[in-house]
């Protein structure tokens, strides 16, 4: 079993900046078979996909909507993706979930509990 665990939400400003990390651990588990994904869901609304990595150093794949204000890395010495925000939005404001599968999957098998991000204008 793969766990995933989010860290770095919090309340904001629209325009401020905010790192998400997701640390991924499983026994037996190879962090770089495996590639990361944010999504998030916003009350009252269907969860949505940001941002989507495989490997490091291959082109990531964002959403129109967080496109050249999002970044998404991992750092595989660490087992760790991150979501850099800057720019936020209020409209930024949702549940932030963090979700794995093998590189070659076509779903998303595992999920993070979430972190919440709130943009305040």
């Known amino acids: 079993q793969v766990q995933l665990v989010e860290s770095g939400g919090g309340l904001v400003q629209a325009g401020d900046s905010l790192r998400l990390a997701c640390n991924f651990s499983?026994?037996?588990?190879?962090?770089?078979?495996?590639?990361l994904a944010w999504f998030r869901q916003a009350p009252g609304k269907e969860r949505e996909f940001v941002a989507r990595?495989?490997?490091?150093?291959?082109?990531?794949n964002y959403s129109g909507s967080v496109e050249g204000r999002f970044t998404i890395n991992r750092d595989n010495d660490k087992n760790t993706v991150y979501l850099q925000m800057d720019s936020l939005k209020l409209e930024d404001t949702a549940m932030y979930y963090c979700a794995a599968s093998l590189l070659y999957s076509t779903d998303w098998s595992f999920w993070g509990q979430g972190t919440q991000v709130t943009v305040s204008s």
């Open positions: 990595i495989r490997r490091a150093g291959e082109t990531p």
């Open positions: 499983g026994r037996g588990r190879t962090f770089t078979n495996y590639r």
